[in-house]
């Protein structure tokens, strides 16, 4: 017998039951071992197997759901087979047309539901990225589908799962222009909120490495910037609670220090540091406990009463000085805008008392941020001196010691 009559009698078996384990694997070694180019050409040649060999390995898994598959004989032997799909999925783009074309969304969602194929699935669906995306989005349980695999790159242990669904998720946001956008009106709340901490931790790896270079579409991030806007000009009144407000500040601080696939000057805006500026006082009213200073937003204070993790408001006021350090670092009409939106002042009021120090990167934010809105910059040295010369002797010596001042 051939190669590819072997591959045939994989592809069009009545009853994978009878097929030998040697000879599935033996079509998986030359599925990973053919030329690209071989592959397409019998993937071509034989789409009608093809088609057929998709929906049997599919609606095969699907029966098997729900059922003792321990010590299950035909599934052991499915679980091989399934691998076959998964590396020609990964390998042959004509492949994954037909795929796309043959398989239904019922199907993608029941295969999650087998728990020990989760890290050959989830290198499947990384293989078909946005063209999966694309087919699928007008489906009305495509946003539970997307839910659950967030829900999976995010709790489960299995870590090369997870690094397959962050690379899927990363080919959306590069890709898909809308997908921010989409997935905000469509996903529930915590799976939005998961989104925004695997968009934080894919754009992390610009920091450690200099060969791959994590890029969100420029739709996406004015997306995460208008949705800051939204809340802040409507007096939180959208915002349910403060860690999606965190989480999305840590996201856009992340992206904004890199900016890889952003054009020239996509920070350079008055509007986004009038609205951490924003943030930033509320944090402060709410951070006093005096009652000397006015709460500027109820909405804001109500959410502040809501909070469970003591840390949180401290955090928010790091994630807000880590953004205006990225966004005006290189970019002196920033650094003009922060002075004229009176971001210097709150900027030094963190200094006071409580601490800005990142423990990971041993960074003390407060006294970063304001000596990067001040160099090279005469007009916010100017605004300093200004604000100096009101501050007390004990406040002064304060920031002297921290080097805010000199």
């Not at 694997?25 to 034989?46: A, P």
């Not at 349980?141 to 690379?167: M, N």
Request: hydrophobic fraction near 40%; proline fraction near 1%.
């Amino acid at each position: 017998m051939s190669q590819i009559d072997g591959v045939l009698k994989v592809f069009c078996s009545e009853d994978f039951a009878e097929l030998k384990k040697e000879e599935i694997n033996e079509v998986n070694k030359w599925i990973c071992t053919s030329n690209l180019s071989d592959l397409d050409y019998f993937v071509g040649k034989r789409r009608g197997e093809v088609r057929y060999f998709v929906n049997s390995i599919f609606n095969n898994l699907v029966a098997k759901h729900e059922s003792n598959l321990k010590d299950d004989y035909v599934y052991s032997k499915l679980k091989v087979i399934y691998r076959i799909f998964v590396n020609l999925s990964a390998r042959s783009e004509l492949f994954r047309e037909i795929c796309l074309r043959t398989l239904t969304l019922i199907h993608w969602s029941a295969i999650l539901q087998f728990i020990d194929l989760i890290p050959e699935t989830s290198y499947a669906i990384c293989s078909y990225g946005k063209e999966l995306y694309k087919e699928y989005l007008l489906e009305k349980k495509f946003s539970d589908f997307i839910g659950d695999l967030i829900v999976i790159c995010c709790k489960t242990s299995e870590r090369h799962a997870s690094s397959s669904l962050k690379a899927f998720f990363w080919k959306l946001l590069e890709g898909c222009p809308s997908f921010l956008s989409e997935s905000y009106h469509s996903l529930k709340k915590k799976h939005f909120i998961d989104l925004l901490v695997i968009i934080k931790e894919l754009t992390d790896i610009n920091y450690t490495t200099e060969s791959t270079h994590v890029i969100i579409h420029e739709n996406n991030v004015y997306f995460m910037l208008a949705l800051v806007e939204r809340w802040c000009f409507d007096d939180f009144k959208e915002a349910d609670d403060l860690y999606f407000l965190l989480i999305l500040i840590l996201s856009l601080g992340t992206v904004s220090l890199h900016k890889y696939g952003l054009k020239d000057g996509f920070f350079t805006n008055k509007t986004t540091l009038e609205n951490i500026k924003i943030i930033l006082t509320n944090v402060l009213c709410n951070e006093d406990k005096t009652g000397k200073v006015p709460i500027l937003s109820e909405k804001f204070r109500d959410l502040c009463c809501k909070v469970d993790e003591p840390a949180l408001l401290n955090d928010l006021k790091i994630g807000c000085l880590k953004l205006i350090t990225n966004i005006t670092v290189d970019n002196n009409e920033n650094k003009i805008y922060a002075g004229i939106c009176g971001l210097l002042a709150p900027v030094l009021q963190c200094s006071f008392n409580k601490t800005t120090l990142d423990n990971v990167l041993g960074k003390e934010w407060s006294v970063i941020c304001i000596k990067t809105l001040t160099e090279n910059c005469l007009e916010n040295q100017k605004i300093l001196m200004e604000i100096k010369d009101k501050l007390n002797n004990s406040v002064l010596e304060s920031l002297k010691e921290k080097t805010v001042l000199v």
